[in-house]
């Protein structure tokens, strides 16, 4: 038993930033090749790798989902945690709805029906990060039941729907258990996707990875990089939105 523990804790070598990171990154090119191809032509790259990349942008959401629920745990504030989703909430909703707005023929776009009733993915972290301190909170189970029901139907309207909340509660709820957090994950994953539409063993594998470096590489600690990274994290969504926008409002001037 020893030497099986010693053997997995060898295996441990990712650390938070670093996991951020490489979330960041393949969302940042998976989403640029997507949503560009109309104008680049698909940058000429081999089909397969264009797949590639395009297919692992989807291990960036259940990262940050996880780090929502490691957040609540770590932060020194969680007002000031909830204030800061907020308001990357109400900042990226701007990007959000031109970028999803644009169209050739109408470049300049802003659909204030989709800023009402679509919210962007960090909306859904906010709503996760609301379940956890509900269901953390000291009031009757019956309340806070109706809480986490109203913080997953607000879900509706995100993103993610009511499935992004769900996961988060369940990273944390399961925090000290990861084969049973992991076995959690996989079934909402099932579920979500045959809700979405039906199963698809691609993007089932894709959504698992995340998953699985989380319980066997993943070692807890913050990381190495400059504090600015902090900051980065979470301008970086709203950011690399707005600059798919820009180009393509560029191309179509």
């Known amino acids: 038993m020893t030497s ?3 053997y997995l804790d060898r295996l441990k070598i990712v650390d938070r930033d670093l996991l951020k990171w490489i979330a960041l990154f393949f969302m940042g090119i998976g989403h640029f090749l997507l949503y560009t191809s109309d104008e680049f032509h698909m940058f000429g790259l081999p089909g397969p790798l264009l797949r590639f990349f395009i297919m692992m942008e989807y291990i960036a959401p259940p990262i940050f989902f996880f780090f929502i629920a490691e957040g ?10 909830f204030l800061r989703l907020l308001v990357m909430t109400l900042v990226t909703q701007i990007p ?25 993915v960090i909306a859904t972290l ?25 913080c997953c139907g607000a879900g509706w309207y995100t993103e993610w729907g009511f499935f992004g909340v769900l996961f988060i509660l369940s990273f944390y709820l399961f925090r000290e258990r990861p084969w049973i957090r992991f076995a959690a994950y996989e079934l ?12 698809n063993w691609p993007l089932f594998l894709v959504f698992s990875l995340p998953n699985v470096i989380i319980v066997l590489f993943y070692n807890g600690k913050k990381g190495r990089f400059p504090t600015f990274s902090k900051y980065f994290f979470y301008c970086f969504y709203p950011a690399h939105l707005f600059l798919v926008y820009l180009v393509k409002l560029a191309y179509h001037a």
């Not at 909170?137 to 806070?144: E, Q, R, T």
């Not at 909402?188 to 199963?199: A, N, P």
Request: proline content about 5%; charged content about 15%; aromatic content about 16%.
């Open 4 to 6: 099986k523990m010693t």
């Open 72 to 81: 609540y745990r770590y932060t020194r504030s969680k007002k000031n945690y």
């Open 96 to 120: 959000y709805v031109l970028f999803h707005s644009f169209s050739p023929e109408h470049p300049v776009t802003f659909d204030p029906v989709m800023f009402l009733t679509n919210w962007n």
């Open 126 to 150: 906010l709503l996760g990060l609301a379940a956890i301190a509900i269901w953390d909170s000291a009031k009757h189970p019956v309340l806070k039941a109706a809480g986490i029901l109203l």
């Open 188 to 199: 909402l994953l099932l579920l979500y996707l045959l809700c979405m539409g039906g199963f």
